[in-house]
């Protein structure tokens, strides 16, 4: 294993205290892990919190800023946070309105971000939560009861974070987190696995001509490995099992998602042809992006997601955000 | 080799179909190869045209917009762009103020852009050139004379972008990219090689302890290879290398930039070293970017660009710009 680290105990220490010195609009408190928006609360307003193994960067701590979220926390590599980051995160964001948690669907994230929010309803701080389970490649998993939640997360962060600065009630922001969620689909191929830097291997091996079809972002099992093929082919994979299961139509929110060690050209590649197929339904990609958003580490392959959108979401997507990782309008 | 593509002979122009579909604020030829901005020529304003092999992405292309580049000429992968497309680009972006073009100092690119410029101005159409060489690694290497050119392309991309905006003439906007290659210096060190579309296997090899100090972005061979090591240690190597052919002081501009297959995460941790390294040195990371910027396919490692700054090249860094790749501030 080859890596850009120091040790694999302090990477994401190292990760939180590099992000500490590139981005002087976040507060990092190293010693809880937990990254902030720099000025906390903002009274009236609804706190977002999400958080989740490290491993997934931008996701989420890049996610953190104006129109988005207000603190993030990151556990270790695919690993839980604990319950202590995400109630002190919640405490610290509530400006009185409340605070909802954005959820991937893991079983480790779902335990501790519950016990959190029971904790925090005891002390006083209403929580909301919002599960995001996206990824139609497999029922249960290795990490999951039910559906994995993946590049929707994004999705959902961004814009309950648009409708957050707004002023709407936790009830209102909840409400159109589910909407997000139930409107999106994901899909993802690896063409290599991960290294998870504490096991200094990589987690599964693929042969020099296969790719693994549904792969999940842990490096879980996918669906299927099957023999490696073009880009137009893999994408129609990808489009097909996300359409069998949310017919596609209309204006969408399309993402085309690294998983850490693709190139950006080979992304645009593939977002060509997810263009094109989706033209071939009758739909249109309104809103896309194309880069690495939701990684696994340095695994090779890509996911996409798509959001079918309606004007209310649209227009919160297009609002002003300005995050590490995600930035327009302002 | 596997790679998300339809094949080695269309992967740049399927990357500009890509970069179409996703980019509205972009017109792109794709018989020509050119990407341009939406609406062009810009009356009275400079007009800026870079370009150079494909496999860096997102430079030049995702660098075309507001505060930034007018057009760039994408040539085949690591392959210089020819002539014609320069010519065309650098009319079609002329409002009457002339052209810069921005070229990495590569024998290929240095040549055509060259006789580019000697036919722009045969055909009236006034044109200045900046060579880019901030790579400290080598003098000479296999593809230049002098050293090569690498991330300080994007400084001098964005600082004369911006510069351009407010209407400077053409002699001051070539000054200002003049000043920024002066003060900026590049080294970087690859975990593993790159692999060309058209030749299927990897250009080098490196064993697995080793890593290659010095690497040029088309994988070409830097100073040494060296034991892998740590973050900090390989931080430290690139950073003297640096301090040492420009000594580092003040408030300075640092890019840490990933090959291509690094994921984030890996970034981070070398960005932290980074600013530690220059406090040691009395110096101050004021403006950073941590991410994939100019890259080299699927390579993996990193390279760090400091500039010098100065009050006029903080206030240019600063300024909007609006480009598929860097875009803040308005």
């Given at each position: 294993?080859?890596?850009?680290?120091?040790?694999?105990?302090?990477?994401?220490?190292?990760?939180?205290?590099?992000?500490?010195?590139?981005?002087?609009?976040?507060?990092?408190?190293?010693?809880?892990?937990?990254?902030?928006?720099?000025?906390?609360?903002?009274?009236?307003?609804?706190?977002?919190?999400?958080?989740?193994?490290?491993?997934?960067?931008?996701?989420?701590?890049?996610?953190?800023?104006?129109?988005?979220?207000?603190?993030?926390?990151?556990?270790?590599?695919?690993?839980?946070?604990?319950?202590?980051?995400?109630?002190?995160?919640?405490?610290?964001?509530?400006?009185?309105?409340?605070?909802?948690?954005?959820?991937?669907?893991?079983?480790?994230?779902?335990?501790?971000?519950?016990?959190?929010?029971?904790?925090?309803?005891?002390?006083?701080?209403?929580?909301?939560?919002?599960?995001?389970?996206?990824?139609?490649?497999?029922?249960?998993?290795?990490?999951?009861?039910?559906?994995?939640?993946?590049?929707?997360?994004?999705?959902?962060?961004?814009?309950?974070?648009?409708?957050?600065?707004?002023?709407?009630?936790?009830?209102?922001?909840?409400?159109?987190?589910?909407?997000?969620?139930?409107?999106?689909?994901?899909?993802?191929?690896?063409?290599?696995?991960?290294?998870?830097?504490?096991?200094?291997?990589?987690?599964?091996?693929?042969g020099?001509g296969e790719v693994?079809?549904?792969?999940?972002?842990?490096?879980?099992?996918?669906?299927?490995r099957v023999p490696a093929a073009?880009?137009?082919?893999?994408?129609?994979?990808?489009?097909?099992?996300?359409?069998?299961?949310?017919?596609?139509?209309?204006?969408?929110?399309?993402?085309?998602?690294?998983?850490?060690?693709?190139?950006?050209?080979?992304?645009?590649?593939?977002?060509?042809?997810?263009?094109?197929?989706?033209?071939?339904?009758?739909?249109?990609?309104?809103?896309?992006?194309?880069?690495?958003?939701?990684?696994?580490?340095?695994?090779?392959?890509?996911?996409?997601?798509?959001?079918?959108?309606?004007?209310?979401?649209?227009?919160?997507?297009?609002?002003?955000?300005?995050?590490?990782?995600?930035?327009?309008?302002?």
């Amino acid at each position: 294993m080859k890596k850009l680290i120091n040790s694999a105990e302090s990477v994401v220490t190292d990760t939180l205290a590099g992000m500490a010195e590139a981005h002087p609009d976040l507060r990092i408190d190293l010693a809880q892990k937990i990254v902030y928006r720099r000025s906390l609360p903002t009274p009236g307003k609804v706190g977002l919190v999400s958080g989740g193994g490290s491993g997934h960067e931008p996701l989420h701590a890049g996610f953190v800023g104006h129109g988005m979220l207000d603190a993030a926390c990151p556990g270790e590599v695919f690993t839980s946070p604990v319950p202590d980051q995400i109630i002190e995160a919640s405490h610290r964001v509530d400006g009185g309105a409340g605070v909802l948690h954005i959820v991937k669907n893991y079983t480790g994230d779902v335990m501790n971000f519950q016990m959190a929010a029971e904790l925090c309803a005891e002390e006083g701080v209403e929580v909301g939560t919002v599960l995001v389970n996206d990824d139609v490649a497999v029922k249960d998993s290795l990490y999951t009861a039910g559906r994995r939640g993946t590049g929707a997360t994004l999705f959902v962060e961004k814009i309950t974070g648009a409708l957050a600065e707004t002023g709407a009630a936790l009830g209102e922001v909840a409400r159109i987190a589910g909407q997000v969620n139930a409107r999106s689909r994901s899909f993802g191929i690896a063409l290599s696995s991960c290294t998870v830097p504490a096991a200094g291997k990589p987690t599964f091996e693929l042969g020099d001509g296969e790719v693994e079809v549904g792969i999940g972002i842990h490096g879980e099992p996918g669906r299927a490995r099957v023999p490696a093929a073009s880009a137009r082919e893999l994408a129609r994979v990808a489009m097909d099992a996300v359409n069998d299961d949310l017919p596609l139509s209309g204006d969408v929110l399309v993402m085309v998602n690294g998983m850490g060690g693709t190139p950006l050209m080979e992304l645009y590649v593939v977002f060509a042809e997810v263009a094109a197929y989706l033209r071939e339904k009758g739909a249109t990609a309104t809103r896309s992006l194309v880069g690495n958003y939701v990684t696994s580490l340095d695994m090779q392959g890509f996911s996409v997601t798509v959001c079918l959108l309606n004007d209310e979401l649209t227009r919160l997507w297009d609002a002003p955000v300005q995050t590490p990782a995600l930035r327009w309008g302002r």
